[in-house]
């Protein structure tokens, strides 16, 4: 599995014209084959911070992702954004196995 973490730091101010795009870009993303989980949360403590979580079967998933056309309007909108800083890691995982 492939795991993406990382956060998007914009101006609290737009947050709520950018939320739409954010729901269809989760949603879609969603959809594709591949993609086990996709998250965009806002930071409890700074509204400026998005983080962001993603959960991929392998990396050539991943990899169609970035060639999806919701990416691209993605990326559309946040070039249109006042981005402060971002950062993301990709990391290769496996499952945890522990008794709850």
Same mark, same amino acid.
């Given at each position: 599995?492939?795991?993406?973490?990382?956060?998007?730091?914009?101006? =609290?101010?737009?947050?709520?014209?950018?939320?739409?795009?954010? !729901?269809?870009?989760?949603?879609?993303?969603?959809?594709?084959?591949?993609?086990?989980?996709? !998250?965009?949360?806002?930071?409890?403590?700074?509204?400026?911070?998005?983080?962001?979580?993603?959960?991929?079967?392998?990396?050539?998933?991943?990899?169609?992702?970035?060639?999806?056309?919701?990416?691209? =309007?993605?990326?559309?909108?946040?070039?249109?954004?006042?981005?402060?800083?971002?950062?993301?890691?990709?990391?290769?995982?496996? =499952?945890?196995?522990?008794?709850?």
């Amino acid at each position: 599995m492939i795991l993406v973490s990382g956060k998007v730091c914009f101006r =609290q101010a737009d947050l709520e014209r950018v939320r739409p795009a954010m !729901a269809a870009m989760v949603n879609a993303s969603l959809a594709e084959d591949g993609c086990i989980d996709y !998250a965009y949360s806002i930071d409890v403590l700074d509204p400026t911070i998005m983080r962001i979580i993603e959960r991929w079967r392998d990396r050539a998933a991943l990899a169609a992702h970035f060639q999806t056309p919701h990416m691209a =309007q993605w990326l559309a909108v946040l070039a249109d954004l006042d981005i402060s800083d971002r950062e993301l890691f990709m990391m290769d995982g496996d =499952q945890l196995e522990f008794g709850l």
